[in-house]
Every structure is written in C-alpha cells, then in structure tokens.
C-alpha cells in the first residue's frame, strides 16, 4: 500500500480538503505539518514527503498508517489568522510573527525592553 493509498483509504489526519486549524503550541498534527506548514505562504500549494520521524514514527497509526511509513501530503495554505494573545481569546490582540526571535522565549515581569514600532492602521 502507498502512502498515498493509506492517506485516501483514511486515518488519523484530516480527509482530503477538509480545513485544519493547528494549534499553537504544536502536537495537534504530525511534527512534518507543523515545520512544513509555518514555512508556506497564502496560496502557496507545496508537496510535503514526511519521514517517519516526522510523521507516525516506528508505532505507525494502526490500522492504517503502517509503521516507518514515509507519507506524502499536497497541501495548500488559504490563511492563517495569527495567534490571538489575549487572556479572553476575544481577538483583541493577535500576534503574527514575521521574524523568530533569539534568545529568552520571552522578558520577565519587571525586566527592561528595546523596542521598535511602525504602526499600521
């Protein structure tokens, strides 16, 4: 069976064209999705071969995916909505990331920060 027999006969991922919202913190979808898909652009159609590691591994996702099985996926990125960074998830801050950052994952309460800002409206 192929991977992509095994993706079509169905499994533990979406069905073909369904939508999928990932969420932030990763582990909703298998690790070559959540690299693969941060590195796409609005419209953007792109062809990711997973490896094992970055798939199901050696356990697979019985009955369907085998294990150490390599699968190919055609994705297609319509949009992304930013991760919302309020308390109430009410979307009054959404933050998008152009650049990652280096360093601390972020200051600690009370510590000194340089900043710049171009504002948009």
Do not use: H
Not at 31 to 59: H, N, S
Not at 86 to 107: N, Q
């Amino acid at each position: 069976m192929t991977a992509e027999e095994v993706v079509n006969e169905g499994c533990s991922i979406p069905a073909e064209g369904e939508d999928i919202t990932p969420k932030k913190d990763g582990g909703q979808v298998i690790k070559a999705w959540d690299i693969g898909v941060a590195t796409m652009k609005i419209g953007e159609i792109c062809q990711l071969i997973c490896k094992p590691e970055y798939a199901y591994g050696a356990a697979g996702s019985p009955p369907k995916i085998p294990p150490n099985a390599t699968l190919v996926f055609q994705v297609e990125l319509f949009e992304f909505r930013g991760e919302d960074i309020t308390d109430e998830e009410d979307g009054g801050i959404i933050r998008r990331i152009i650049t990652k950052g280096e360093g601390y994952t972020k200051p600690n309460e009370g510590a000194s920060v340089e900043v710049w800002l171009e504002g948009k409206s």
